[in-house]
Structure formats: structure tokens, C-alpha cells
């Protein structure tokens, strides 16, 4: 076929003709089941076709190319043995499912899942790229996740499912990076071109990081524990995800990369131990087990363990032993689960011990356990008695030790088997049925065992035809075949010897005083789990409160201190061109201005009196207006002092509010707070110094100084700069004293009623009074206005004295001057003033010109142009933000 | 000259801190206003102080000029400054619901 | 439409939504529509700017370095670009679930001017007129949290304002220093005064300060005690938008100006402060999430977490580094915004997001669970979606320098970042199912879908989006484009 790799997304297909006809499939499920199973088992048997035709098909669309991610898919003839399993074993386990949850409303998100999750293994093993590989690998973690925590309501299953995810997620994130060190080691990520590599080129790290992944996915001890825990899915779950497909990822990606990687030294060290550990370790768990799932998962990890030691022997010989293995176990394992599945839904439990003679009743489902459990024990002709031969053959040849632990294990393996095998088998006349199974879940149970039959019944053909080519394809001797007999090998004696003590096993294992698992027990890489989460949990709860809780003024002495010290460290106090310090003599600002603002400010800092606060801060406003007046900064001076006033006014209003509150906070320790401040006074300090040190030139200055009077038509340079050099800049600003507006509403409410207005009538003389300083007052705004580009003044102090004015107004209680009125006035000149500034932006666009040039119109020596407009505009906001807070405040200071 | 200049300042951002980490709400806004007011005084000295050289462009030569760039920029950040600080004391007088 | 106009129209369009909204009564209309359009000039900004062009206006006319600047390049257009998405998305969702209250206080205005402020400060070339952006956005953030009721959100609102209103004045300290020092305030004449001068120790000192100022904003650790109180109490809606874009304007300034202005010789000042900081936040971020028991808690723990990717991403200033910065900035402004969007729908939906009283989303709505697993996945990091390529070429990039420490940091902390999702999940969308739900609105549904598609489509289309990043990375460390284009001489390298 052109393009097998069409057959990947096969099941994902299925899962969304699922999603889209949800109650459909709900109420046919018998129907959708053959269906589904069909489509599956056919892709399967074209599957089945293209195998021994096709070395190595590719498929490859550039995705990421700068990270080295494509879209690769490759299909050799392992993987395509490993796909008609898949897509086969899935197929019986749709069916399955369908049976099982027949018109239950649970079964349509079950088959999406399980569809999707078909198509991400098989997505598994046939990528190309590492890290589509890696998607795919995370896709089966997840939908794993997702599968095995199927009943959430159930507090056991959100656990278990949440364990297994983490630490397959964990596995993952080592996988990851040990891709991306692979990558970079050899260039490629291409695992085909990786595959012909030289070992030598790889570093041990990518290698170490990858077996750990590998190893987390298949449950290699130490990451076994998960394992038996997740047999708290479905069954049809447990029976596709962790017997036949999921959990071999791990050993499939090993076996891939074992003709490769097992020239490193460490490779089959540490994989031979990891799987014989796991073996014990299910075997010990395994003995003690009482669920019937349990014990299949128990033998799962041993399998598991298996194909792990085979790919960390990773000789030709070995290759061969693991896709036979790899192959008897998916067959003889599903059916073993299914038909626990059938039981439990016939007789209600899964427990060893009350299901005696349970097989017996059910006829369909006792014979395929009898002859999965056959294959289980490795008895021909078998399967699985080829899995067993060529284990021990391949370990034999490695290493004769191995092979003996090997062996020594596998009988507590068997043993297992038979302790699952003879109590179902044995007479109980007490327990009985007479109800049938539905056919279906009959039928898919039988399908698989049949396979496995049919498989060995027809081994010269399927051993030439599929299993070989899939182990050649791996790595084995193209040559090689598999038979039942060799000969009187060592490999034979040490399976005979194995079964032997299996036997012995089985009855020390029967004995009635052997003890089962205590109900609380949870071995001890659980309760370790457990507990690494636990501390997790409690670290984290102390690093939650530490960024969270605390005083803002803890939070402000972290961060500041953090500030400064850095900023103190790149201080260079050693490299400092000398000062050009100046001293001009004695004058007014040594003696009264600067002493006088370090008082004031001294003051400020640490009374708690209103009035002395104010005044201290008024004196601090004060003087740095006339520091800005010595240091030649006329417009400076007089916005300082309006705005100064104004903040006053506003504060004056504000701290009545406080007092009445009577907010109690604490007080950080003065020492604390003053060691702290002269810090960041120095700090300052030296930093002033270091930046009056260096002379640049100044062009940009030197320009506007140049220009301002010749292409911008104004003397007063810090005018120009602000409605004409840098416009920009004070559209922000007007755009900013807009927003505190609003903002004062946000914070406020609309505050429409009038407070009741106070006893005594408004003095008369304060009321003309008023009136006269209002007359003269527009008159002054307009002049301010007008000279602010050729002198002293512009749309920003003519507008703060507007705003005095109407503070005036206020004072004198004026009429007019009702919460309404000022709020409408406010909200239409805050419009007025935005619209006249974005105007005179925009308008040179109009024009062709760039956006915020001046437009000029030249009458003699008088210029027009959009600058003023703007300015207009500065004008009507910032009068419009003082009304607001006039309107504000003054209610709340009555 | 520079130095007493920029002692001062260093005591009025000293001042300010100190206020700041008070611990009230009225210290933080006392704190805010002496800082802003001394970052702005920062700005202006940085660029370099002259005297009796304001940047009016009325026949002096034009060296002799005060750089009006920190000027308008410290006119910025008084308006800007301004409407923070008057947004702030809206936080202080809110209603305690 | 020339660039030229697209800039300016980037700029203007949240400004007139701001004054057309003021003067309709405070309708959402307007801020809405100005909004799609200027993300659409957006979107033409990114595909003009995507082969490393630069594009500026000169406001006023006046030659850079003396007037203001306006500068699109490949960043600052994938910035304005996905920022505007996350803001539309916020203003449907406002429209949807907040009520009367907020629009008479002005909600919509305030969101148009704090869209103007980002798109300023994304815009603009000149330290100073960044200042003024910045302003103009927190005060419009001030502005916004302040409409929010209730006694918490009333401390915690004060809390935020104090902390980012200092860290405004260490910001413009820092800038009068710098004037200062060097004389201009231009972003690209900077850059070149400090190559000629061979150093840029003579601002180290004060670039301190502007660390401290925009490590405060883009809340790395130890400057984020201000998020964790502060992001919870906004309503899911305003959330959406804080947490997307706010943090990631100081993340902007990071980038642009220690990682392109201050520039000298392949590092910039206090690269090593910052990669340990990286590091610092990035961790503590993701333990913080771990420990809480609410969505939006554990959401915006995690944005410092996150913030620390990126700040690493800057800290190691390699290509490839780079490039996964600025397209972990872009992706993750998506997710982020989609997430509290999504903690807007199960709020919604059953009524809160305590982690301990809502459970069985996933059986009583499946959309919302979708809705959920997409940004959650993405931020996890799982292929294919965006956050996968972010956080795996930023894996790249740290093992490629052999950068051992930042490669496992990155690893763990995705791995504590997948557990505290896992958590949500757990207690949220299974479990026993609620009987006592209502259907959050279809709009807000499809705003969080339209979002989801676009993670998707970032991690689908990487190849192209990446390029894209990789583009605009290189905009940041070949700056002569951007130089060219302001100062209009060609620089010669």
C-alpha cells in the first residue's frame, strides 16, 4: 500500500466519528461495536500485508525545522508487526467495551479515548523524529491519565491515575532532555539516522536520561508501583493500555534503541538489574495479592521486566527473543484481562479467593484463560513457551548468571500463573450462574487466544513472514527463524528447571497460612511517593506565604534594599573623574534655600501633626519652586507651585478623612526604617554626583535650543519641547491626567448627591471678593495662555490657575457651582480637551505631513499653528481633572 | 556646589524613604510626595545646573543656555506625578464600607 | 496603508476608543471596535515587519535623536499583536459578566486607555516617552482595580498601587540619570553612544534602578510580593487582561533595553543578577502555585513562575535563547488571558473556583473542560501546542550552551508546573458531579475558544510562528534596522 501511515490516524478518526454521534453510538453499541472492531482489524490485516514487502517506508513533512522537529514517520517491519498488534488488540477491545457498557451513557468518551489513544501509540512507534516520538509519548501519558482515572468519582482512582500520570510525566521531561542532548550529540534527530550512528558520539547523559524515561513508562522498578495501582480503570483499559500497548512504549523505544546503545557499557548493566528487580518485586507483590487484576498486573511488571533485560542485552539473539515475547504476551495477556472483566461482571468480584471455580461456569471464558494461562506458564506449544526459550537462550549466551537469575525469577512468574490458574479451575459446586455472558465480551475474549493459536499453529509461515522480518528489523539475524525445538539446550534445561521449582512455589504460595496483603499495606515505593508529595506540599506552602503575607512596608524594604544594593555594587567608586565642583560664594541658596528644604523635609518625614505636615511640605513644595527659580527654570517654579497648592488642598481633605477613620497600623522600628533611609539617601547622593561628572555633549539640546525659535516659532524653549519637540510625551501626560479623572470616579462613585451645606452663611466679603479675583482671573488664564510659547507660562499653569479659581468659587460656596454642574463640566472638557488633542495630532495626517507636526499659519510675526492647538487641548484636560477633584473632594472636606 | 546640591537631595529621598516604610497610609502618601518630588529634583541636577540662564530664547547667546531638556521632562513628571498622587488620596478617603 | 500609518494607528486607535466610549456614557462599543482594528493594524505590522524589517515615525516631525520616536520592528508588531487579541477577548468577556457598576465607573475608558499605554510603551523609541506610557497603563490599572468592591480588594489595591508607584520613581530616577550621563534619551542613539564608548558601565549604576523598576513590574521574585494579593480579587474578566499583558510590558522593557540597548560586546549589565533571579522566581513561582486552593490563586502564582522562563530566556542571551523568549512571551500571553478566562467560565458555571467546593466540570460541562485542557496543557508544556515549542526551545537552548542548572530548572519546574494543573484538574473537572450549574454565556464560551484554536494553531503553524520570533530575536541583537530606521543612517556593523 502507498501510504500505510494513513492507518495512524485511523483510530483518531474513529474517536471523532464517535464524538459527533454520540447518542447514536449510545443506544446501538452492540452495532458500533462491530464496526469500530471491523475498521480496526482491517487496518490491522493491511497492516499485515505490507510487512515483509517493505524494508523501511518514510514519510516526513518539515514542521519546525529550526528546532530540529518534523513531522517523520517511519515504518519497518518490527513496527509494522507492532502496529496490526495494536490495531488488532484494539479492535477485540472495542468490541469488548461496547459489550460491557452497553447503552451506558460512559461509552462514547470511552471509545474516543481509547480511539485517540490508539492512534497515539501507534504514533509512538512509528516516528521518525525523537520529538514526535516524545508528542506521541506524552499523548499516551495523558490519555492514560485520562483512561485509568475513568471512574473520578471515586477518590481511589483520581489518586492512582494522578500518581501514574506524574511520574509518567516525570519520565517524559528525562526523556525530553535526554533527546535533545541526543540531538545534539549526533546532529540529527532522526531516528533512523540516528540508528546508523556510531556510539561513540553520544554522551552517557542522553543515554542515562533516556533509559529513565523508558523505564518510567514501562514500570521498572524503582518506578514500578504505579503500575498495579492503575488497575483501577475499566478492564477493557487495563487490558489494552497496560498489558498490551501503553506500557510496552517504554521497552519499545529500548528495544529500538538497543543494537545501538548496547555498546555502552552502562546500557545492559543497568537495564539487566532493573529488570530483574522488577521481576522480584512483582513476584513478591504478586504472591501476596488477592485481586485477580492485581496478580495480572504483577505479572505484567514481570513480563515487563523481561523484554527489559532482553533489550538491555541487545544481541541479535536477543532481538529475536523480544518480538516473540513482546508478541505472546500482548496475546496471552489481553484475554487474561478480559476475562477477569467477565468475571467480575458475572460473579461480582474479583477476589482470588471467591472466585473458585469460576472458570468452570463460563465456558468461553474458562478455556481462554486455560490457554492464556498456559502461555503465561510457558508451556508448548505455546507462545509463550517460545517467549521463555528464547529468553533464557539469549541471556544463556550473554551471560550464564543472568540466565540463572533469569530463570530463578520466572518461576516465581509461573508460579503466579498457576496460582491464578488453579483456583478458577478447581471444583466449587457453590458458586454458580446461569446467566450467559453477552456475546460480545465472549467473543473478544476468544478472539485474541485464537490469534495466539493460530500463530504457532502456522509457525513456519508466521515466523517467516511476520516475526522474523520484525525481528530482523531490530536487529536479529535475517537468517534466523523461530522453532519449538532446538535440541537439548541449555536454554530447555533451565525452562524445565524453572517450571519445576515454579511447581514448589505454587504450593508454598496455596498454603492457606500464607499471608495475603494486609488491606493497608502499600509498598514502600508508594508510601515513598507519597510522601516526596507530602513535602512538596509543605515547602510550598511555606514559599506561598513568603512571597504573600507580610506588611507592604516589608515587601517595599526587600525590594527597594534588592535595588539598591545592586545598584551600589555597580557604583564604581574608584573610577571617578574628578568633580568639577563649583563654589560660587556665598549666596541666598546655601543660606536659606537649601538648608531650610533639608528642615523641612527633615520634618516632614517624621511628625505625626496635621498642621506642622502641612506646612512642612508646603515649605518643602515651596522651596524647590525656588530652586527650580535660582536654577533657571521659570515654568518649572510655577507649575511646581499650582501643583504644589492644589495637592495640598487635596490633602488637607484627605487626612480629615483619615483622622476620622482612625486607621491603627503598625510602625516598623525606627532604626530599621533610618538605617535604611540614609542608605538610599547616599545612594542617591552618589549617584547625582556620578552623573554631573560626565560631560557629553549635548546635541539634542544643543538643537532644540537652535531650532526652537526658527522651525518651531517659539522662544520659550521648554515650552516648544513640550507641545512641539516632544509632543508625544505630553499627550501621555494630559492622556494620563484624563485617566486620573476617570480614575477619581472609579475609586469615588459618581458622589451626585450634595452634602448639606454648613450652618453659617458664606461671608459676603469672601463672596465679591471672590467675584472680583474671578474677573481678573480670565483675563490672566487667557495671557498665560497665550505668552506660554514665547515666555514663561503655556496650557498647563494657565490651567491650574483656572482650577484656583474655581477652587475660589468653591470656597465662597457659590451657586453654581452645584456637584452636578461641576461634574458635567469636568466630564465634557475632559472630552473636549482629549478630542481638541488627538486632533491636532492627527490633522497633519490629513495634510500628507507626519503624524503630530506643527501646521503653521504665519500672519506677520504672529504664528498660528497646531502646537497652540494641542496646548488648548493641555488646557481643557487638565482643567477638567482639577474640576473633578475639586468636586470631590470638597464634598467630603464639608 | 554640585555636591551640596546633591547632598540635599540624598536627605530629601532619605526623608522620603524613611516615611515611606512608616507603615500608615497617610505616611505612604507623605512618603510618595517628598520622593517624587526629589526624583524630579534628580532629573534636573543630572542634566546639569546653571544659573540665571533660563532657556527663553531672548538674545543670549545660546551656550550659555540652561539645558531645557530635563526641564520638560521634569515638568512631565510633576503633571504626571500630580494626577497619581491626587488618584492616591481618592484611595485614602474612600467610604469604609 | 503604509507602515508609517499602521503605527500610528496602532497607537491612536485605543485613545479615540477611550474618548468615544467617555462620551457615549461609558458604552463598550466603541473601545471594542477601535480594538479589532487596531489588532488588525497589528497583525499587518507583524507580516511587514517578519523579515527583520523596522519601521518608524518621527512624531512631529522632528529627526530622531531630538524628537520622539515611534518604531515597530518584528517584537514590538508580535507584541502589539497579541496583546490586542487578549484585550478583545477581555472586553467581550466584560461586556458579558460585569455589571452596571463598572461600566458607570468607567471600566471601558480605562480599558482603552490601558491598551493605549501598552501599545506606547510597545511603540515608542525614546526612554522617557516609555515612562509615560508606563504611567499611563499603571494608573489605568490603578484606576480599574480601584472599581473593584470590597474590603480585600480594597488593601490589596492599595498595595499594588504603592509598590508599582515607587518602582515609577526608581523608573524615572533612573532615566534622569541616564539623560544625565549621556545626553539623549533615544533608544537607538544610546545603543550606538555605548559602542562607541566602548562600555556601558558608565549606566550600570543606574541601570540598576531600571532593573528594580521593571523587575517590579514584570513581578520577578524577590520583587513580586505586590501580585499574588492583588491578581486574585479582580474578576476573571479584568484578570484575564492583567495577568496577560501587564507583567509582560515589564517583561518588554526587560528585553528591549537590557537586551538591546544596553548591549555591549554580547551582554548587557547585571545579565548574571538576572539569570539567577530567572531562576529564583521561576522556582518559587511554581511552589507558591503548588500550595493554593483556588484557581485564581494558583493562576497567578504561576504567572511569576512563568515570568522566570522568560527572564531566563533574556539571562542567556543566545540566538536561539532569544528567540524562544519572544516566542514563549507571545505564547504565553495567549495561554495565560485564555486561562483566567476559562476560571471566568467555571465561575460562572458553578458559581466559584474554590478548588474545594466545585467538582465533576468534566461530566457537567464538557466544553468548559476543553476549554480548560487546552491553555492548561499548553502552559504544562505538551506537544503540540504552544507552550511545548516555548519551553522546549528554551530546553534547547540552555543545554546547547551547556547550561546544566538552567536546564534542570527548566525540567522541574514544568514538572511542579504539570502538578499544580493536575491538581486543578482533579478537584475541579472530575469528580462528583454538581446538579445546581448554569450555562455561562455562548460569546464568552467562544471568546475562550478562539483563544484555544490560536494556542493550537502557534503550536501547529511553529514553523512559521517561530520564524517569526526568531526574527524579531534577531531584530534585538542586529539592531540595525531598527537603527537605520530611527536615526535613518545605515549603520555600518
Redesign the interface.
Known amino acids: 500500500m502507498d501510504s500505510p501511515f494513513l492507518l495512524l490516524v485511523l483510530p483518531a478518526l474513529v474517536a471523532l466519528l464517535t464524538a459527533s454521534f454520540r447518542p447514536l453510538v449510545r443506544k446501538h453499541s452492540k452495532i458500533a461495536g462491530l464496526l469500530i472492531t471491523a475498521l480496526f482489524f482491517g487496518g490491522a490485516a493491511i497492516l499485515l500485508t505490507g510487512i515483509s514487502h517493505e524494508a523501511e517506508a518514510l514519510f516526513s513533512i518539515?514542521?519546525?525545522?529550526?528546532?530540529g522537529?518534523d513531522f517523520a514517520l517511519r515504518l519497518t517491519p518490527f513496527s509494522a508487526w507492532f502496529g496490526v498488534l495494536v490495531l488488532f488488540l484494539g479492535g477485540c477491545v472495542n468490541l469488548y467495551a461496547c459489550a460491557y457498557f452497553n447503552g451506558d451513557a460512559r461509552l462514547p468518551p470511552l471509545l474516543i479515548l481509547l480511539g485517540l489513544f490508539a492512534s497515539a501509540m501507534l504514533g509512538v512507534i512509528w516516528s521518525d523524529n525523537l520529538?514526535l516520538l516524545?508528542?506521541f509519548w506524552?499523548?499516551t501519558s495523558?490519555l492514560s491519565f485520562l483512561l485509568v482515572?475513568f471512574h473520578?468519582?471515586q477518590e481511589v482512582s483520581?489518586k492512582n491515575a494522578?500518581q501514574a500520570?506524574?511520574i509518567t510525566?516525570?519520565g517524559g521531561?528525562?526523556l525530553?532532555?535526554g533527546f535533545?542532548?541526543l540531538h545534539?550529540d549526533l546532529g540529527t534527530a532522526s531516528l533512523s539516522q540516528i540508528l546508523a550512528s556510531d556510539i561513540d558520539s553520544i554522551g552517557t547523559a542522553a543515554i542515562v536520561l533516556i533509559m529513565l524515561g523508558a523505564m518510567t513508562k514501562s514500570a521498572q522498578w524503582p518506578f514500578h508501583f504505579w503500575l498495579p495501582n492503575a488497575m483501577v480503570g475499566p478492564t477493557p483499559v487495563s487490558a489494552y493500555l497496560h498489558s498490551a500497548t501503553m506500557v510496552k512504549a517504554g521497552v519499545f523505544l529500548l528495544g529500538t534503541l538497543a543494537p545501538l546503545f548496547s555498546q555502552h557499557p552502562l546500557w545492559t548493566p543497568a537495564l539487566a538489574t532493573a529488570g530483574i528487580m522488577t521481576v522480584g518485586t512483582s513476584v513478591l507483590r504478586g504472591a501476596r495479592e488477592t485481586d485477580l487484576k492485581a496478580v495480572l498486573a504483577c505479572t505484567t511488571l514481570a513480563a515487563l521486566g523481561f523484554l527489559t533485560i532482553l533489550a538491555g542485552v541487545g544481541t541479535p539473539g536477543a532481538m529475536l527473543g523480544f518480538v516473540i515475547f513482546l508478541t505472546a504476551h500482548a496475546l496471552y495477556k489481553a484475554p487474561l484481562f478480559l476475562a477477569a472483566g467477565n468475571l467480575e461482571k458475572r460473579f461480582g468480584t474479583r477476589d482470588l479467593t471467591k472466585l473458585r471455580g469460576a472458570a468452570r461456569q463460563l465456558p468461553v471464558t474458562g478455556i481462554v484463560v486455560v490457554v492464556s494461562a498456559l502461555s503465561l506458564i510457558g508451556l508448548a506449544p505455546m507462545p509463550g513457551f517460545l517467549s521463555k526459550e528464547y529468553l533464557l537462550k539469549a541471556t544463556w549466551s550473554y551471560s550464564p548468571i543472568l540466565a540463572i537469575a533469569v530463570a530463578l525469577s520466572a518461576a516465581g512468574v509461573l508460579a503466579l500463573g498457576f496460582r491464578v490458574i488453579i483456583p478458577l479451575l478447581s471444583k466449587n459446586d457453590e458458586l454458580s450462574t446461569s446467566k450467559l455472558l453477552p456475546r460480545g465480551m465472549s467473543a473478544a475474549t476468544l478472539i485474541p487466544a485464537l490469534a495466539a493459536l493460530g500463530l504457532v499453529a502456522a509457525l513456519p509461515m508466521s515466523s517467516h513472514e511476520f516475526l522474523g522480518p520484525a525481528a530482523s528489523a531490530l536487529g536479529a539475524d535475517p537468517a534466523a527463524s523461530y522453532k519449538f525445538w532446538y535440541g537439548f539446550t541449555p536454554a530447555l534445561g533451565l525452562g524445565m528447571g524453572a517450571l519445576a521449582l515454579s511447581l514448589v512455589v505454587t504450593r508454598v504460595m496455596m498454603r492457606p497460612t500464607f499471608p495475603p496483603l494486609p488491606e493497608a499495606f502499600r509498598p514502600y515505593f508508594d508510601r515513598l511517593f507519597d510522601h516526596l508529595i507530602a513535602t512538596?506540599?509543605r515547602?510550598?506552602?511555606d514559599?506561598?506565604?513568603?512571597?504573600?503575607k507580610?506588611?507592604?512596608?516589608s515587601?517595599?524594604?526587600?525590594?527597594?534594599g534588592?535595588?539598591g544594593t545592586?545598584?551600589?555594587f555597580?557604583?564604581?567608586l574608584n573610577?571617578w573623574d574628578s568633580?568639577?565642583?563649583?563654589?560660587?560664594g556665598p549666596s541666598l541658596?546655601?543660606i536659606g534655600l537649601?538648608p531650610l528644604?533639608?528642615i523641612a523635609?527633615?520634618v516632614?518625614?517624621?511628625t505625626d501633626k496635621t498642621l506642622s505636615?502641612l506646612v512642612s511640605?508646603g515649605f518643602?513644595?515651596l522651596l524647590?519652586a525656588l530652586?527650580?527659580l535660582?536654577?533657571?527654570?521659570?515654568?518649572?517654579a510655577l507649575?511646581?507651585l499650582m501643583?504644589e497648592t492644589?495637592?495640598l488642598f487635596?490633602?488637607v481633605?484627605?487626612?480629615a478623612?483619615?483622622k476620622r477613620?482612625k486607621?491603627v497600623?503598625?510602625?516598623?522600628p525606627a532604626p530599621?526604617?533610618?538605617i535604611?533611609?540614609?542608605f538610599?539617601?547616599?545612594l542617591?547622593?552618589l549617584?547625582?554626583?556620578?552623573?554631573?561628572t560626565?560631560e557629553?555633549?549635548?546635541?539634542?539640546?544643543?538643537?532644540?535650543?537652535?531650532?526652537?525659535?526658527q522651525s518651531a516659532f517659539g522662544?520659550?524653549?521648554?515650552n516648544v519641547?513640550?507641545v512641539?519637540?516632544?509632543?508625544?510625551?505630553?499627550l501621555?501626560?494630559i492622556?494620563?491626567?484624563?485617566?486620573?479623572a476617570?480614575?477619581?470616579?472609579?475609586?469615588?462613585?459618581?458622589a451626585r448627591k450634595r452634602a448639606p451645606l454648613p450652618d453659617a452663611e458664606p461671608s459676603s466679603l469672601l463672596a465679591t471678593g471672590a467675584r472680583l479675583v474671578a474677573l481678573f482671573l480670565i483675563p490672566t488664564i487667557l495671557w498665560i495662555f497665550w505668552r506660554g510659547h514665547?515666555?514663561?507660562g503655556g496650557g498647563?499653569i494657565a490651567a491650574l490657575v483656572a482650577a484656583g479659581g474655581f477652587g475660589l468659587g468653591l470656597l465662597s460656596s457659590w451657586n453654581r457651582l452645584t456637584p452636578p454642574f461641576m461634574r458635567k463640566c469636568s466630564?465634557w472638557l475632559?472630552?473636549a480637551g482629549?478630542?481638541i488633542a488627538?486632533f491636532s495630532?492627527?490633522v497633519?495626517?490629513a495634510v500628507g505631513?507626519?503624524?503630530?507636526?506643527?501646521l503653521w499659519l504665519h500672519l506677520d510675526s504672529l504664528h498660528l499653528g497646531t502646537p497652540l492647538l494641542f496646548d488648548l487641548g493641555v488646557f481643557l484636560t487638565?482643567l477638567a481633572?482639577c474640576l473633578n477633584?475639586l468636586r470631590?473632594?470638597h464634598l467630603?472636606s464639608l | 556646589m554640585e555636591l551640596l546640591i546633591a547632598i540635599t537631595i540624598g536627605i530629601l529621598i532619605a526623608a522620603g524613604f524613611y516615611r515611606l516604610l512608616g507603615g500608615t497610609k497617610v505616611d505612604a502618601i507623605i512618603g510618595l510626595i517628598l520622593l517624587s518630588q526629589g526624583a524630579n529634583l534628580v532629573i534636573l541636577a543630572s542634566g546639569g545646573l546653571k544659573r540665571n540662564a533660563a532657556a527663553i530664547l531672548d538674545g543670549t547667546p545660546v551656550a550659555e543656555l540652561a539645558d531645557p531638556l530635563p526641564q520638560a521632562l521634569v515638568l512631565t513628571a510633576i503633571v504626571i506625578g500630580f494626577g497619581i498622587l491626587a488618584f492616591l488620596l481618592t484611595l485614602l478617603i474612600r467610604p469604609t464600607k | 496603508m503604509t507602515p508609517e500609518l499602521l503605527i500610528v494607528a496602532s497607537l491612536l486607535l485605543p485613545a479615540l476608543g477611550a474618548v468615544l466610549s467617555l462620551a457615549t456614557r461609558g458604552h463598550a462599543a466603541p473601545v471594542l471596535m477601535t480594538a479589532v482594528l487596531a489588532f488588525a493594524s497589528a497583525v499587518a505590522l507583524v507580516v511587514m515587519t517578519q523579515n527583520g524589517m523596522a519601521f518608524a515615525v518621527h512624531a512631529g516631525g522632528w529627526q530622531a535623536p531630538f524628537g520622539v520616536v515611534l518604531v515597530v520592528d518584528g517584537f514590538s508588531a508580535l507584541m502589539l499583536a497579541v496583546c490586542q487579541l487578549v484585550f478583545i477577548a477581555s472586553i467581550v468577556f466584560s461586556m458579558t459578566t460585569l455589571s452596571g457598576h463598572f461600566r458607570r465607573r468607567h471600566l471601558f475608558p480605562l480599558l482603552s486607555t490601558l491598551s493605549l499605554g501598552a501599545s506606547g510603551a510597545f511603540l515608542t523609541g525614546d526612554l522617557f516617552n516609555l515612562y509615560v506610557w508606563f504611567e499611563v497603563l499603571l494608573l489605568s490599572s490603578f484606576a480599574i482595580m480601584a472599581i473593584v468592591p470590597g474590603q480585600e480588594a480594597r488593601s490589596a489595591t492599595w498595595r499594588y498601587v504603592v509598590i508599582n508607584l515607587v518602582a515609577s520613581l526608581l523608573f524615572l530616577m533612573a532615566a534622569g540619570l541616564i539623560y544625565g550621563k549621556t545626553g539623549t534619551l533615544n533608544f537607538a542613539d544610546l545603543h550606538l553612544r555605548f559602542q562607541e564608548a566602548e562600555g556601558s558601565f558608565l549606566i550600570t549604576s543606574s541601570a540598576a534602578l531600571l532593573f528594580g523598576a521593571f523587575g517590579i513590574k514584570a513581578a520577578l521574585v524577590p520583587l513580586a510580593f505586590w501580585l499574588p494579593k492583588a491578581y486574585p480579587q479582580l474578576p476573571p474578566a479584568l484578570s484575564a487582561l492583567f495577568a496577560a499583558v501587564l507583567t509582560k510590558i515589564g517583561l518588554y522593557a526587560f528585553y528591549r533595553i537590557f537586551g538591546m540597548v544596553f548591549v555591549i560586546n554580547g551582554s548587557f549589565p547585571h545579565q548574571e543578577v538576572l539569570f539567577w533571579l530567572a531562576i529564583l522566581t521561576m522556582v518559587a513561582g511554581v511552589l507558591g502555585a503548588v500550595a493554593q486552593n483556588d484557581m485564581r490563586r494558583i493562576l497567578s502564582f504561576h504567572i511569576i513562575s512563568q515570568v522566570g522562563y522568560m527572564a531566563l530566556a533574556l539571562a542567556l542571551f543566545s540566538p536561539l535563547a532569544m528567540a524562544a523568549g519572544i516566542f514563549y512571551l507571545v505564547h504565553h500571553i495567549v495561554v495565560k488571558g485564555n486561562l483566567f478566562l476559562v476560571t471566568g467560565l467555571v465561575e460562572q458555571h458553578s458559581g466559584t473556583s474554590d478548588l474545594a467546593k466545585v467538582s465533576g466540570v468534566v461530566k457537567s460541562s464538557p466544553v468548559i473542560a476543553i476549554l480548560f485542557a487546552i491553555p492548561a496543557l499548553s502552559l504544562a508544556g505538551l506537544p503540540p501546542l504552544s507552550g511545548f515549542f516555548a519551553k522546549f526551545s528554551l530546553l534547547k537552548a540552555s543545554l546547547q550552551i551547556h547550561h546544566g542548572i538552567a536546564a534542570a530548572a527548566i525540567v522541574l519546574v514544568g514538572l511542579l508546573t504539570i502538578f499544580s494543573m493536575l491538581k486543578i484538574w482533579v478537584a475541579v473537572f472530575w469528580g462528583e458531579a454538581n446538579p445546581e450549574v448554569k450555562s455561562p454565556p455562548r460569546i464568552n464560551l467562544a471568546t475562550s475558544a478562539i483563544m484555544g484554536i490560536t494556542t493550537i494553531a502557534i503550536g501547529i503553524f511553529c514553523g512559521y510562528f517561530f520564524g517569526l520570533a526568531e526574527s524579531a530575536a534577531n531584530s534585538l541583537i542586529n539592531p540595525a534596522a531598527y537603527i537605520e530606521a530611527v536615526l535613518g543612517t545605515p549603520v555600518n556593523p
Open positions: 518539515p514542521w519546525a525545522p529550526a528546532l522537529v520529538y516524545f508528542l506524552e499523548a495523558l482515572g473520578n468519582d483520581r494522578s500520570f506524574l510525566m516525570a521531561a528525562a525530553l532532555v535533545v542532548l545534539q512538596l506540599k515547602i510550598a506552602d514559599v506561598g506565604k513568603l512571597l504573600e507580610g506588611q507592604i512596608t515587601h517595599l524594604a526587600v525590594m527597594l534588592f535595588t545592586l545598584s551600589f555597580a557604583l564604581d573610577e568633580l568639577a565642583l563649583t563654589w560660587d541658596i546655601f537649601l528644604l533639608v523635609s527633615v516632614a518625614s517624621r505636615l511640605l518643602v513644595g524647590i530652586i527650580f535660582w536654577f533657571s527654570a521659570p515654568d518649572l507649575t511646581q501643583a492644589l495637592i487635596l490633602l481633605g484627605a487626612l478623612q483619615a477613620s486607621q497600623e503598625k510602625s516598623n530599621f526604617r533610618l535604611f533611609s540614609i538610599a539617601g547616599v542617591v547622593t549617584l547625582i554626583l556620578k552623573s554631573m560626565l557629553w555633549d549635548r546635541p539634542v539640546s544643543d538643537y532644540f535650543l537652535k531650532e526652537s525659535k522662544a520659550n524653549v521648554v519641547i513640550l512641539d519637540f516632544r509632543a508625544l510625551d505630553t501621555g501626560e492622556i494620563v491626567l484624563a485617566i486620573a476617570m480614575g477619581a470616579n472609579a475609586a469615588l462613585g459618581a514665547n515666555a514663561p498647563f466630564h475632559l472630552i482629549l478630542s488627538l495630532a492627527l497633519p495626517l505631513e507626519t503624524f503630530f507636526v506643527g487638565v481633572f477633584y470631590h473632594f467630603r
